[in-house]
């Protein structure tokens, strides 16, 4: 248990932060849905737009911490690979 005031307000804080990350996580997942439904559509121009949508989200979750790097860039050129497959 937590007895001095910094532990107190570090417990505090990682459970506001873990509210925040785990929406952002998951905004970022919303991103990538988006392209994998236009991509099961089979509708290039959407799933295009989709994936440009959706490659600033990774890149931001880079940039806050809550991806790691080589993921986003594996997700997005993935998704980069299927979007160029179709058609």
Do not use: C, W, Y
């Not at 994936?51 to 890149?59: C, F, S, T």
């Not at 806050?64 to 160029?84: D, E």
């Amino acid at each position: 248990m937590a007895n001095t005031p910094q532990a107190k307000k570090r417990i505090r804080r990682n459970a506001n932060r873990a509210v925040i990350n785990g929406a952002r996580v998951s905004r970022i997942r919303t991103f990538i849905k988006a392209v994998e439904s236009a991509l099961e559509a089979g509708d290039k121009t959407q799933a295009r737009d989709a994936l440009n949508k959706a490659q600033p989200e990774l890149m931001r979750g880079v940039s806050r911490g809550v991806i790691h790097k080589n993921t986003a860039s594996r997700k997005f050129s993935r998704l980069t690979k299927r979007v160029a497959s179709l058609g």
